[in-house]
């Protein structure tokens, strides 16, 4: 009698096929957790990079600009000044092409005259109508504006408009004044400060006086009509004194504005407020105790600019910046 050997087989229990099917979910699950892990971290590095790329590029075209301002002051009279938000340098450049062109004054529409020199200008836009979900005033970015016609004979003052891209078209004065050319470089800045060193120490502004932006307004529309800038020369301090005269104090050799040693730019993307109140010694010293509970953020860029052009001396810039630091003392703008 043969026997016969019978071959049993056995399956997989319920308890087995759902122990397998979770270990493979689980495996899978950290299979995905470790890519998109990956994935985040890889577009947060090349979002940084292109961020930091962005104003670095952003930073050594105003470094540039700035390391090859001038003391030289057109004929309207607005030379090297700034605040902590906003500077305005005069540096030298070559015409557009077109200014080396041969023209027939009778039938060629004659191109505005250029000078060698270009007035830049480098300071947020801010929307006075809208604001953002934290009801501040809604920060448009980085506005630079540059000016390369000059009336070498003003009539008037040339104002310093504070709200950049706005022009007035109902004043018929402003349309004879050469405009400046204005464009929005970089959205994303939300932030910029200007530090001005003297020599000795850094100053928060440099030639710039709290009452020429106010006092534009009130006294451009007179000077135009009179012709006479002599009031107002001393109200803007220099600022827009033209031929006139000008009470800032020049260089070693009187031919322009005191230049400072050196420019520290710190460009940012989380926006600050804007001051809106004047600057007096109770706001001076709520600043210096401001500074000291500052909050630092890491989107901050900043960069040192010596200017070529400087007094090497020190003479002048320390000599600025000493009576800067008495007029605040005294209780001056």
């Known amino acids: 009698m043969s026997g016969r050997y019978v071959v049993s087989t056995r399956g997989f229990t319920l308890l087995e096929a759902i122990l397998a099917l979770s270990l493979t979910i689980l ?9 998109m892990t990956v994935m985040q971290a890889r577009d947060e590095g090349s979002r940084a990079t292109r961020d930091a790329k962005l104003n ?12 090859h301002a001038t003391d030289i002051v057109p004929g309207d009279g607005i030379g090297f000044s700034g605040d902590e938000r906003k500077i305005t340098i005069i540096r030298l450049a070559m015409p557009e092409r077109y200014a080396f062109d041969e023209y027939d004054s009778q039938r060629d529409t004659l191109p505005p005259a250029q000078l060698d020199l270009r007035r830049i200008t480098y300071q947020l836009i801010w929307d006075e109508e809208l604001v953002d979900d934290e009801g501040v005033k809604l920060c448009h970015g980085l506005w630079r504006t540059e000016q390369r016609t000059f009336d070498p ?5 040339v104002q310093d408009d504070e709200t950049p891209g706005m022009q007035d078209e109902e004043d018929p004065e402003q349309s004879m004044v050469p405009q400046a050319e204005g464009e929005l470089v970089a959205p994303e800045i939300k932030y910029i400060d200007f530090r001005y060193f003297d020599g000795a120490d850094w100053r928060d502004r440099w030639q710039y006086t709290a009452e020429a932006t106010e006092g ?6 007179a ?24 009470t800032v104090p020049k260089g070693p050799n009187d031919q322009g504005y005191v230049m400072p040693q050196a420019v520290r730019i710190t460009i940012g993307r989380t926006r600050v407020p804007p001051e809106e109140d004047e600057l007096d010694l109770e706001k001076l010293r709520l600043t210096e105790e401001r500074r000291e509970e500052e909050t630092y953020y890491n989107d901050r860029f900043s960069i040192v600019v010596p200017i070529m052009q400087a007094d090497q001396t020190l003479l002048s810039s320390r000599k600025y910046g000493v009576a800067d630091s008495m007029s605040r003392q005294e209780g001056g703008q």
């Not at 495996?27 to 890519?35: T, W």
């Open 56 to 67: 670095r590029a952003v930073l050594d075209r105003i470094a540039d600009e700035i390391r």
């Open 216 to 221: 534009e307004s009130a006294g451009t529309e």
């Open 223 to 246: 000077a135009a009509e009179t012709g006479d800038l002599g009031g107002l020369t001393d109200l803007l301090g220099g600022a827009a004194a033209g031929k006139q005269g000008s």
């Open 153 to 157: 004979n003003p009539q008037f003052v």
């Open 27 to 35: 495996l899978m699950s950290g299979v995905f957790a470790f890519y």
